[in-house]
Structure formats: structure tokens, C-alpha cells
């Protein structure tokens, strides 16, 4: 691989390009991808060109040729930015922070699983037992983030239906002590509704494809997945998705975190109480709705550790108050549907952020005295959803582009007042770029 990448094809760096149009950008772009080269440099930028494949450029000898160099002594790589990110907050004391941002497909997901893969093999191979254990959190969070947070969309198998800023804390030696997830803006209507082509959370088809037949029989569930309504637009999809093999994954991680094995059971129990929810029909009786399938309701309450009638009654009533009264409205058949699907969405979301609170709580910081061991530092980094435009746009695509535009201005304006910072200090004439 080294004497491989000793070979530089084209303008390893954008800014030693005698002239800078988007032609001449892209064709030098397009020769280093075509060579195999799919990173390139813009200054402290790294342009990345998603392969579609795997490549062998990111094993133990990669991650050695990388480790405590300078950010232009080797060919542009993720591993050069998260190196100098890990120097920057180890020589000055200070916080750092990595953002991955692009197009729906861009590879971003797998860009801060590398980064976090190559900040933990980096650090110091300490006996102590914590910063092993620390280590090995940080890196079996992500599959089960992905089960319950990622989705197959037609430009990707393994979209980020949520936006992840995460947090790695360090001690004063540079050694990983913990962690911390923020997630926002989860696409909770991907629930019950998606694109043609697409599929819901990931989580649903592991359970159905890789559960066994006593965990599916106590959840009153089989395994077609054309069974269930809020799955069905994608339940004929062939994907390269091993979903099988996956829900081992994601269980054997989740016990390695922590979760109880009556903590996954009961993670199992909402799963199937949503894909059950989405089945559940109303019928109309003169003006009166009704929930058709009854042995559904039962199973849901079942499943959630509540009455039936209690069941019923969220499904088919709304509470009104009024002035001191508080009366009980009775649902439209419309309304109803609304309720049960609006139920759903927010059941899932809460799962969600209880999952990822469990994961807080392991890999938090815990016992740290900073007067005895001295400041801890942060390098965050930041994954959030692509650009993404379709024929019918929902609120969601409003919220992740505007989220993205906003990230694009700040970038450009951090690099804009930071370049014109330094042509002041030297002396050099330029054209003042204004900020918005």
C-alpha cells in the first residue's frame, strides 16, 4: 500500500492548482478517482469520493503510516484529518471538532466510523482495563445507532435517518475516558410511510428475518415481511442487506454495552407492538368507528404491559378539555388512523432516544477529578443527513437541508475568515470577501 500511494496522480492538494474552475476541479477530481486515489486535500479539507466498494486502505499498516505525522506528510486520507485533529486537541489543550458533510450517499456514516476506528487504534495501548472498555463502547454503538436509526434508500442501504454529533472525551494523556451522543432530528415518519423503493429502520427487518421462532412466536410475529403494512412498500425489496446476520450483530453489541437481556426483550416487545399497530383497521358503525381486527388490540396491550380497553381507548377517543370539563371526543375514522399512525411514530422515537440514553450512561465520563488528573478535552464529531431532493418532499427534507445549508455557511465562513486572517498577518493584498 505505501509504495502504492507513493504514486500521486494529478493535484494531491486543490490549492496548488495553477488555475481553479469547476472543470479543471472536476477532472482532476475524476483522475485521482479513476487511479484509485479518492481522497483529495483542499488546505485542512479532505474531498472525499464515495467508491461504492471496499478498498484495503484502512487496515493496521494504513493506520501506522498515518499515526503522528503531519497533515500533508502523507497522501490525503481521513486518517491525516482525524490524526491532526487528535494533535491539535492534544498540544493546545483544546477542544477539536470533525464535520462530515455531503450528499445522501456520500459515505459520511462509514467516514465517522473510520475516524473513530482510527482515534481508538491510535491511543495509548494502555493496560488499563477502562480505556479498553471505553474503546470498545464507542465502536459497538454505532451498529446498534445504525439498526434503529438507518435505513435503505434508493441512494443508499444504509442511510443515517438522524442527525449524530458525538463526543469522545480524553484525559490529560490523550487517552479515550468516554463519550457522549447527541442525536437529532430522527426521521420518525419513515415509520409508517416511505418512499417507493425504500425501506423503514433496519431494526424491523432484523427482527423478522433473524429472530428466532420462539422470540417471533412470543411476539406474535412471523417472519413474511409482506405481512405488515408499515413495512410493506419495501418488503419485496432484494438488497444486499444481510438482515439476518445483522440482528446478531446488533444483540450480541447491545449485551456487550450493557442493555439487560429484559431490556432487549422489551425492545423487541415495541418493535413488534408498531409492526402490529400498522395493521390495526377501523371500520365505520353509522358514525360511530370501530378497530376492526379486536385480537390485534390485544396483542398490542399485551405486548406494551397495558389493558386492553385502555388500548382502545387511545385508539378511538381523543381527550378534550373544556373550560373545567375534560371530556372524551370520539375519533372520525380519519382521525383514527391519524392517532394509530402518529401513536407509532412516536413510540418508535422514544425507543430511540431511551437507546440512546442507555448508551450515555455506559459511556459517559464517570470518576473524573480534574484537579487531581487535569483538564479532559473533546474531539466531536459531527454526521448528519445529506442533501436530499425527491419528486414529493415531506417537512423532514425542509429540516435536513436548511440543517445542511446552515453547515455549509458556517463552514465557508469559518474558512473565509480564516484564510483572510492570515493573508492580514503576512502582509498579502487580496480582495476583502465579505460574510453574510
Known amino acids: 500500500m505505501a509504495e502504492q500511494e507513493s504514486l500521486e496522480f494529478g493535484k494531491a492538494d486543490f490549492v496548488l492548482m495553477d488555475t481553479v474552475s469547476m472543470p479543471e476541479f472536476m477532472a482532476n477530481l475524476r483522475l485521482r478517482f479513476e487511479k484509485g486515489r479518492i481522497y483529495t486535500f483542499i488546505g485542512e479539507v479532505v474531498v472525499s469520493v464515495n467508491p461504492y466498494k471496499s478498498l484495503n486502505i484502512y487496515g493496521r499498516d494504513t493506520i501506522e503510516q498515518y499515526k503522528g505525522r503531519e497533515l500533508y ?27 462530515i458533510s455531503g450528499e445522501s450517499g456520500a459515505g459520511k456514516t462509514e467516514a465517522s466510523k473510520y ?46 435517518r438522524f442527525g449524530k454529533y458525538m463526543d469522545i472525551n480524553f484525559d490529560f ?67 444486499s442487506i444481510n438482515d439476518a446476520a445483522e440482528f446478531k450483530v446488533v444483540a450480541d453489541a447491545m449485551k456487550v454495552i450493557g442493555f439487560k437481556p429484559e431490556e432487549i426483550q422489551t425492545v423487541y416487545k415495541i418493535l413488534a407492538a408498531i409492526l402490529h399497530l400498522g395493521n390495526l383497521q377501523f371500520v365505520v358503525d353509522g358514525d360511530t368507528p370501530l378497530i376492526e381486527n379486536g385480537k390485534v388490540v390485544s396483542i398490542i396491550a399485551e405486548l406494551l404491559s397495558t389493558k386492553t380497553d385502555m388500548v382502545e381507548k387511545a385508539l378511538l377517543y381523543r381527550t378534550v378539555a373544556t373550560g373545567r370539563d375534560i371530556i372524551d371526543k370520539q375519533h372520525t375514522e380519519q382521525e383514527a388512523s391519524y392517532g394509530r399512525d402518529a401513536f407509532a411514530k412516536a413510540i418508535y422515537e422514544r425507543l430511540f432516544c431511551w437507546i440512546v440514553t442507555r448508551i450515555n450512561d455506559v459511556i459517559e465520563v464517570k470518576n473524573y477529578d480534574t484537579t487531581i488528573h487535569g483538564k479532559n478535552t473533546v474531539i466531536g464529531v459531527l454526521d448528519i443527513y445529506g442533501f436530499e431532493i425527491f419528486d414529493n418532499n415531506s417537512f423532514e427534507q425542509f429540516c435536513i437541508n436548511y440543517c445542511n445549508e446552515k453547515l455549509q455557511q458556517l463552514f465557508i465562513q469559518l474558512v473565509l475568515k480564516q484564510e483572510q486572517e492570515e493573508y492580514q498577518r503576512e502582509g498579502i493584498p487580496w480582495k476583502h470577501v465579505g460574510l453574510l
Not at 74 to 99: E, G, N, Q, W
Not at 127 to 132: D, G, L, P, S, T
Open 173 to 239: 494523556k490523550g487517552d479515550p475516558i468516554g463519550g457522549h451522543i447527541n442525536n437529532y432530528l430522527l426521521e420518525k415518519s419513515r415509520v409508517i410511510v416511505q418512499q417507493p423503493g425504500e425501506r423503514s429502520f433496519h431494526s424491523f427487518y432484523q427482527l423478522l428475518q433473524g429472530g428466532s421462532e420462539q422470540i417471533l412466536r412470543s411476539l406474535h410475529l412471523q417472519k413474511s415481511l409482506s405481512s405488515y403494512n408499515y413495512i410493506h412498500v419495501g418488503a419485496q425489496l432484494k438488497s
Open 73 to 99: 506528510e502523507r497522501p490525503p486520507h481521513l486518517f491525516a484529518i482525524a490524526d491532526a485533529a487528535y494533535k491539535a486537541m492534544k498540544r493546545r489543550s483544546k477542544d477539536t471538532c470533525i464535520v
Open 115 to 160: 475516524i473513530m476506528q482510527y482515534i481508538a487504534a491510535i491511543t495509548n495501548p494502555s493496560q488499563r482495563a477502562e480505556v479498553e472498555r471505553v474503546k470498545n463502547m464507542l465502536l459497538k454503538s454505532n451498529c446498534v445507532l445504525e439498526a434503529f436509526g438507518n435505513a435503505k434508500t434508493n441512494r443508499n442501504d444504509n442511510s443515517s
